[in-house]
C-alpha cells in the first residue's frame, strides 16, 4: 500500500517590533538556525529590509490592525519585542515609556486572547525590573522581589505582571523574559558600550577631541552578546513553559569602568575620560547580574560569545560606519 508524499509545513514566526537592535539578529535566527518563515513588523515611517523576512507597517497602539495581522498571518510563534527601551528616554518621556510599554504590550495580549487557535507568544522584558538588589540577592533569581528603580524598569515590571496573569486567566501559551543589557554591532550609542566604541571610533578617526564623556563607570551590569540572546529567546519560545518568566544573561555582572578600559585598550589612540554630568541618570542600581539555571535547565541555553569579541566587532562597527578602516 502506498502512502502520500506529505510535505511538512514550515513554522511560521512574526516578530512584532522588528525594526530595532535585536529584530534582525533574531530574523537571522529564526530564519537560518531554526528554519522559520519569517514575518516583521516595524512602525510606518521607518526602514527594515530584510530578505529573510516580510515585513508590514504596524503600530501596537492599534488593537484592531494587530487582530487582523495575526489573523492573517496565523503564526505558530510571536515574539513582542515592540517597546520604548531607553532608560534616559523614559526618565525624559514617562507617558510614550507608558504607553508603549504597557498599553501596548496588553493590545497583543488582547489579540492573541481573540484568536481561534493557540500560538506561542514570548514577551520580553527587562532585567532592570530588578530594581534595587539587597546583599545576597545576588546572582539574580527569578524569585527575586521587584523593587524597579526607573520609569522603564517599572513598566517592564508592569507587563510582566499582567502576561503572566493572562496566561493563566485566558489560557494563553505565553512566556515572559526577562533580558539583561545585551550588546553587539548595530546598537544605537544611546547605550554604554555602543557609546564608547562610537567615540573611540570618532576619535580615531580625528572627528573629536580625544576624550571619551562618561556617566557612572561604578554600575556593575551583565552583558550579553545580541547574537546569544535571540538564540534563547528561540528556544524559550518553543520549549518554555507557559505562564512563566525567564532571566537572558550572561550570568557574570561587569564594571561598566572595566568595559571602558577593554575598549580603550583595544585602540591606539591616546585617550582621555571625563565624566559628564548629563550622562548620569537620576537614580542607578549598582549591581545587576543575571542567575540563568532556570533557562538553561528548561531549554540548555547558555551564552556562547565572550564580551571581548562583542566589544571587537561592535568597535569595527563603528569603525566602518563612520568610514575608517576595520583594525585588527
Known sequence: MEFPFVVKRMKKALIIGAGGFVGSYLIDCLHDEFHMDVYATKLKGTELSHPSAQVYDLDILSKEDLVELLYNIRPDYIFHLA????????????????DVNIKGSVNVMDAVRELYYKPRILVIGSGEEYGHIKEGETPISEETVLRPGNIY??????????????????????????????????????????????????????????????????????????????????????????????????????????????????????????????????????????DITKINRETGWKPVISIEQTIRETLDYWRTKIGGNVHE
Open 153 to 290: 524598569a517599572a513598566t517592564k515590571a508592569c507587563q510582566n505582571m499582567i502576561g503572566s496573569i493572562y496566561a493563566k486567566a485566558y489560557d494563553i501559551e505565553m512566556m515572559m523574559v526577562r533580558a539583561f543589557n545585551h550588546v553587539g554591532p548595530g546598537q544605537a550609542p544611546l547605550f554604554v558600550v555602543s557609546d564608547f566604541c562610537k567615540q573611540t571610533a570618532e576619535i580615531e578617526q580625528g572627528l573629536k577631541e580625544p576624550v571619551i564623556h562618561v556617566g557612572n563607570l561604578s554600575a556593575r551590569r551583565d552583558f550579553t552578546d545580541v547574537r546569544d540572546v535571540v538564540r534563547a529567546y528561540a528556544l524559550l519560545v518553543m520549549k518554555g513553559t507557559a505562564g512563566e518568566t525567564y532571566n537572558v544573561g550572561s550570568g557574570n555582572a561587569m564594571a561598566i569602568q572595566d568595559i571602558l578600559d577593554m575598549i580603550v585598550g583595544m585602540s591606539s589612540a591616546d585617550i582621555a575620560v571625563e565624566i559628564d554630568k548629563n550622562k548620569i541618570r537620576p537614580v542607578d542600581v549598582p549591581v545587576i547580574e543575571a
Open 83 to 98: 517597546a520604548q527601551s531607553s532608560v534616559s528616554v523614559a526618565w525624559k518621556n514617562p507617558m510614550m515609556t507608558i
